[in-house]
């Protein structure tokens, strides 16, 4: 029979051992302390009462005040926060475990990969089964304050957001009743639940998905280059990059009206009309979840927040590089919608006429938008006894 000791117990077994000054059995060390979840905050947070909150300069900015187009000081839209530190960490173990895929070959950081700005660097995912998914994975930085999830904004949380991969054949293809049975199994995972909520080893389906939801809202990228010098410190962009931001917020490229800062998004859809890589058929995108006509061809606005990470651009994967994704944007009103399409397009989307050298800025730009300094630790073993899987294997 298989003897389990508790995490407590063996601590105080290594402590008493080393007072009696004997080498320290390597089994106690592996087996001990290894998987017991942090007390403190990620890099940004702070505790406050049993939660983490963001503590950024954003905040106190007023959104009315300077709140035109890409102002410089316009307050954030709300985060999801206040998870307390061990429901966080424990979605972070979660996030890197196979042991959420149907076959135990993939975690959410296959497609999510944290050395790839938190994407996958294809066009198109591709799913535990070899499956072509039918869009391009997006970055999770900053996904704690998007109201609306997926490129044509079907889910409207994070929590309702992850069915569509962890249950979905395409992508993971588990079912909720084996996601159960494999955590349950693990005396890792039960110990790690009873930390994270009050006790409980039970594990529920929900008290997955607030773990995962709690890490994936911890994933803050605000200080880039672009944000020093938002926040008054001027030196932070050279001049290129000035130069990239006002023609990103000018009248004429009208980037900064729909990624508008700080997020880089304004969050609403729009189409813009994009184009399909050779031989796909037009993706309906919003249209095909609210039956409304005029969104065909519709997208949510994407942040561009370590966009410089993320390539292939759009959620069709069809632009290799930044500065693919903008010429599109001086390609004529409608240049790329199929014959036979008429597209509602944004009254936004029109010609600009950007130079080469414009568009050299605007990509300039977009590059001082990097920033990894939160970025969380990679686990190098997980709960499950299963091997952490990190990017397409
Ligand atoms: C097979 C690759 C794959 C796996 C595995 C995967 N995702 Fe995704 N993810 C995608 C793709 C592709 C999209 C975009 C799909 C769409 O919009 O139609 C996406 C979208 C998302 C979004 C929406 C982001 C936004 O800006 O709207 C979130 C959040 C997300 N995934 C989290 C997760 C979590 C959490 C897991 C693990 C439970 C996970 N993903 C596993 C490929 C994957
Ligand atoms: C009318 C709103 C609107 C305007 C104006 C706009 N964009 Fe976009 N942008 C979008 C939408 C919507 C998408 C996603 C489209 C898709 O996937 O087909 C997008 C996608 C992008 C992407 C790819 C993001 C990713 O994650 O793949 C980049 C880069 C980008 N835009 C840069 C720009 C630049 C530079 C400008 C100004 C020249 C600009 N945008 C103007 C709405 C807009």
Redesign the pocket.
């Given at each position: 029979m298989e003897k389990r000791y508790s995490a407590r117990a063996l601590r105080r077994l290594a402590v008493a051992l080393c007072l009696l000054w004997l080498p320290l059995p390597a089994t106690v060390h592996a087996a001990g302390a290894e998987f017991s979840l942090k007390d403190y905050c990620p890099a940004g947070f702070q505790l406050n009462g049993e939660g983490c909150y963001l503590q950024s300069l954003y905040a106190s900015y007023d959104s009315l005040q300077d709140s035109g187009v890409g102002g410089l000081k316009t307050g954030l839209p709300e985060l999801r926060q206040g998870f307390s530190p061990r429901q966080i960490d424990l979605g972070r173990l979660l996030?890197f475990d196979p042991v959420?895929?149907g076959d135990h070959s993939?975690?959410?950081a296959?497609?999510?990969d944290p050395n790839k700005g938190f994407s996958?660097g294809r066009a198109?995912?591709?799913?535990?089964k070899g499956q072509l998914?039918?869009?391009?994975?997006?970055s999770?930085w900053n996904?704690g304050f998007?109201k609306r999830?997926?490129?044509?904004a079907r889910a409207s949380s994070?929590e309702e957001?992850?069915l569509?991969?962890?249950y979905d054949s395409?992508?993971?293809a588990n079912t909720p009743e084996q996601l159960l049975t494999d955590l349950r199994a693990s005396s890792a995972y039960r110990e790690l639940f009873a930390q994270a909520f009050n006790g409980d080893s039970s594990i529920q389906l929900d008290q997955v998905y607030t773990a995962?939801a709690a890490f994936?809202s911890s994933l803050i990228s605000l200080n880039s280059r672009y944000d020093l010098y938002a926040h008054g410190y001027h030196e932070a962009l050279n001049e290129a990059e000035i130069e990239g931001m006002n023609i990103f917020r000018s009248f004429v490229a009208r980037c900064a009206e729909c990624h508008t800062p700080p997020l880089f998004s304004h969050q609403q859809i729009a189409v813009i009309g994009t184009p399909e890589p050779n031989n796909r058929p037009l993706d309906p995108g919003v249209a095909a979840v609210t039956g409304d006509a005029s969104q065909r061809g519709g997208f949510?606005v994407?942040s561009l927040r370590n966009i410089a990470l993320t390539a292939p651009y759009m959620?069709s994967g069809r632009f290799a590089t930044l500065r693919e994704a903008a010429e599109f944007y001086t390609g004529g009103r409608g240049h790329a919608v199929p014959p036979g399409e008429k597209l509602s397009l944004h009254w936004h989307i029109w010609e600009p006429k950007l130079t080469g050298e414009e568009l050299d800025r605007l990509v300039d730009f977009m590059g001082a938008l990097t920033d990894e300094s939160f970025m969380p630790q990679i686990p190098a073993s997980v709960p499950s006894g299963l091997a952490p899987v990190v990017g397409v294997q």
């Open positions: 996030f959420l895929s993939m975690s959410c296959s497609c999510h996958d198109l995912s591709v799913g535990s998914a039918k869009r391009s994975a997006p999770l996904v998007l999830l997926f490129w044509d994070l957001q992850m569509g991969p962890l395409h992508e993971m995962i994936e949510k994407p959620h």
